[in-house]
Structures are given as C-alpha cells and as structure tokens.
C-alpha cells in the first residue's frame, strides 16, 4: 500500500509538467546492426553509446558504438570519421580479436572518457567486454590502425569474482601523441581487467571530478562504475557478490591510472598497473579490495558530476542504477557507502524471491567481505526514484544536473530518462540534496518533460526513434526488443552533455543522436 501510495504521488507528480524540450536530429550513425528487426541487440541499427567531448575547444565529439566503431563526429561539418575500431573478431576488421557485443544490452565497446590533462598528455580511457572462450589473441591487432604501436603490451590478470565467469570488463588507457588529427598513432596501456558472472551488468562508466585543479587530491583520481554481472538477482551464492568487499561486482571503484601521479599518497595496485588512493574506504580492511569506494549496487551504468556553479560544497557524484523489477534509482554516491543491493531494492527490502517488501523495523544489513563480519552498515538510500509501471519505466538512463545555457528554465535541475520507454524527467537539484539525508522515504520529486520534435510534441522518445527507424529501412513493426513496461519494442534513449553543459539525446533503435536545442512552455 505504501508503495501503491508513492507510486500515485509520483505519477500524480508527472501529469503537472509543463515544459516540452526541442530537440533536432544531430548526426546519424553509420548502421552497424541488422535491419531486419529479429533480434535485441543486432537489430539496433547503431548501437551508440555515449557521447564526449573532446578536451580544449577542438570541437569534436567521441562518439562510441557499442558494435566496435569509436567515432569522431566535427560539431561544425558534421562530418564522421572513424578514429579506432575496437571489432577485432573474425572476418572483422577492428582491434580486440575477442570483443563481446552480441547480447547484455551494455556489451562491447562500452565507454570513454578523457583524462583531465588530455591537452597536454593525450591520454584518455577506454571499457570494452571481452569473451574469453573466443578464439585469437587478446592483445590489440593493429593491421588496419598502423599507429597504434603495439609493443610491449601486456594483459593483465583478470581480477577474481567469485562463481562461474562468463565475461571480462576490460579498462585501458590510450596515448595519442598527435591529438590534431583525425586518426590514432601512440601506445595502448590496459589498467584493469574484470570477471563478471553473466552477460549482463558489466565494467561501466567513468568519469574524473571536473572540479578538480592540478595539485588537488582528486586531480586525474577516476571513478568507475561496475555492475554485479547479474549476481545479484541469482538464487546461488553469487547473489551476495555486491555486498561482499573481496570483488569488485555492484561497485563503484576509485583510482590513479598513473603511475606518477598523487605517489605520496597512494599505493601501487595488485597488477603494477595503476595506483590506489591512501583515502579509498577499505584499503586497511583485510580481505577487502581497495579499489572499491562504494558498493552494493545492481547496475551503476552511468556516472556524472553535478557541478553546482554557486556553491562547490554542493557537487556530488551521481550513479543512475538499473533496477530489478521494481525500482530505477539515481544514487548521490559516498565514500564506503552501502546502497543495499541485494538486499535492498530502492527504498524497500529486496527478499529472495526478488520482490520487495516493506523495511524492516531495525534497518541495518551485515557487513560482508567474502564471510559475514561482525559489523552491520544502516544502507544508503536513492535521491530519486521511479516505477516499472505507466508512467515510469523500465530501465533508467543516464541523467545531467544542467547548467548550460539553451533551456534556461532547467538551470540547476537534474535532467534523467527511462531507456526503453524513452521518457524523460527532471527533479530540482536541491532537491536531490536535501532527500540525502538517511531517510528511505525522503525522495526529490520528479517532473515528467515532453518532446517537441519537427513540430510535434511527443510523450516520449518511443515514437520519435520508430520514426526515424522505419525511414532507415528497419523492418520490426514498431522497434526491436521488448521491456515490461515498453512492451513490444524499446525507444533505447540515453541522455549526453558536451563541453558548453548542452544536452543531447541518442537512441539505438534508429542509431540517432539528436541536440537538445530548447524549450517551449518554459
Ligand atoms: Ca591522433
Ligand atoms: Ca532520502
């Protein structure tokens, strides 16, 4: 009844919404997938996956897709190039011979991120999931990209998580030393590599503190997101894997990746490859991995820094996280904190069934490193919620505090969406503060935002994507894939910003990314 009553609040919440962002057709990907609309993952017609932009005022965005191709997209031409090409696998003429992108939603070539002194260093950071089981080599095949000097690279081994392993996240650092052109030449490093259970819930997202300067202790200290892998859902033992310290499943995790960098405070990693700030929560904690900074999350797949322009003491780092079948959180991420997952859903306890329930009256959870210690930890609750049902969604996407300048009426709002209904939101971002404050039931209000695309207003992301998806020769009758929620068919949509604060939104289903230029009913 509780969360009956919450779920009418939020709903209710959403009717009063008033603002229609605009948004224009940006760049179209190159389709990589299939267009006869039988799968859930090749029938996506570009799997894009994210969007950054390059350092220094070059202007030129980094656009991944997950099916192998890293693009440079010129913001004033327009124009695409292909920088690197992580599909290495047989009959393909990329990099990884063992690249995994086939199924998990979040496989492939994952993410990027550049280094904060890219302009001076040209170095910036790479996750891609790799098959073990598939043939050839694991170190980068540079026939078709001749500049990237291969020698003397290495794997490193792969860091254990316990029960059976499917699939490696694998995180390296590129050096470009010609950041001018449109093609690499320079040396590939890997840092860190990763088991995970399934095919699902992977090695994510990163992001550095935008706020920090040279000489800060968190100047060039990276943040990455990892999921459980589909642990903790199971009904084996993996369930308890987010919770347990000793690997790095359902994690957010906190290190230098070089080696030269913050030496006097920090210790050199397991695998000599990166170092390990001296302040990350657990490094005196026997049996625990050092790397982590928080932990007990299902899918933190994406990271971003609310930077609060009028007052520093407000920024925060933020992980939108994938729930089960209930709840789609975003989370303000803290030092060592536990965000319940698998025992906690949301702000209700997840039971072994994998429904939730009320909390209970003592609401602390046991400490666990691979046993069960004598510590209990009170869990750290979501900011922001929303249902699998009318009116929310299936699966959260990525989300921005905005302060840029084209939708003046959403300065200091968080900007949020659902991937497969493609709805987006936002919530005050003060707001968001002030329901992190230990209490479950706090939560920000979210406020629903529609669409104005070619002169219509839309609901949602859905129908825009299906559009464009038909018109590129995709054959599904509505889009490819299915959700609860979405039902047949998934919009696919995540959100992106540039270096200006501006939004972006990019779908899969029809391999779009579009500009959000504005606002109407501001
Ligand atoms: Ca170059
Ligand atoms: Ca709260």
Do not use: C
Request: hydrophobic share 35%.
């Amino acid at each position: 009844m509780r969360r009956l009553l919450a779920m009418i609040f939020l709903f209710a919440a959403n009717a009063s919404a008033e603002i229609s962002l605009e948004i224009k057709d940006y760049v179209a990907l190159p389709i990589t997938g299939l267009v006869d609309g039988k799968t859930n993952y090749d029938a996506l017609l570009a799997r894009v996956s994210g969007l950054r932009e390059e350092p220094g005022g070059a202007n030129r965005l980094f656009v991944p897709d997950l099916n192998g191709p890293l693009y440079i997209v010129d913001k004033d031409t327009r124009k695409l190039t292909v920088y690197l090409d992580f599909n290495g696998r047989e009959g393909k003429s990329g990099i990884f011979h063992k690249l995994f992108m086939e199924a998990g939603y979040g496989s492939g070539l994952n993410t990027l991120y550049f280094d904060p002194d890219y302009r001076r260093n040209g170095k910036f950071y790479t996750v891609h999931i790799e098959d073990p089981a598939l043939p050839g080599s694991n170190i980068p095949d540079n026939t078709n990209f001749p500049g990237l000097k291969i020698a003397g690279y290495s794997t490193t081994p792969a860091i254990t998580t316990p029960g059976p392993v499917l699939y490696e996240g694998v995180l390296i650092e590129w050096t470009d030393t010609n950041t001018s052109n449109a093609t690499f030449e320079g040396t590939a490093r890997e840092l860190l590599r990763v088991q995970y259970n399934t095919r699902i819930h992977q090695l994510g997202d990163l992001i550095f503190n935008p706020a920090a300067k040279p000489g800060d202790p968190e100047w060039r200290v990276l943040y990455i997101s990892s999921g459980d892998g589909g642990a903790g859902e199971a009904n084996t033992s993996i369930r308890s894997n987010p919770q347990r310290l000793d690997n790095l499943s359902g994690k957010i995790l906190r290190i230098i990746p070089d080696l030269n960098e913050h030496t006097a405070t920090s210790t050199l990693s397991e695998n000599g490859r990166y170092r390990i700030p001296n302040d990350n929560p657990f490094v005196s904690k026997p049996g625990a991995r050092k790397e982590i900074w928080a932990y007990g999350l299902r899918n933190p797949h994406r990271l971003s820094w609310a930077v609060d322009p009028t007052n520093p003491a407000n920024n925060r780092l933020i992980a939108n996280s994938v729930g089960l079948h209930t709840w789609e959180t975003v989370n303000i991420i803290h030092k060592g904190a536990n965000y319940g997952y698998s025992l906690r859903e949301g702000n209700e306890m997840l039971q072994v069934d994998n429904k939730t329930a009320k909390l209970p009256a003592i609401d602390k959870i046991p400490v666990q490193v691979s046993d069960i210690t004598d510590e209990t930890v009170v869990p750290t609750y979501p900011v922001i919620e929303y249902g699998h049902g009318p009116g929310g969604g299936d699966a959260i996407g990525a989300g921005f505090l905005y302060n840029g300048k084209a939708i003046p009426a959403l300065r200091g709002k968080y900007i949020f969406n659902d991937i497969s209904t493609g709805r987006i939101w936002y919530a005050d971002y003060k707001e968001m503060l002030a329901a992190d404050d230990g209490k479950p039931n706090t939560l920000a209000q979210t406020h629903e935002l529609k669409i104005l695309w070619n002169g219509q207003v839309y609901d949602t992301m859905f129908p825009i994507a299906e559009i464009a998806y038909h018109s590129r020769g995709g054959k599904d009758p509505d889009l490819p894939g299915r959700a609860t929620v979405s039902g047949s068919g998934r919009a696919d949509a995540r959100l992106a910003m540039d270096a200006a604060g501006e939004l972006y939104v990019y779908t899969k289903t029809d391999g779009m990314i579009r500009a959000i230029t504005g606002a109407i009913g501001e």
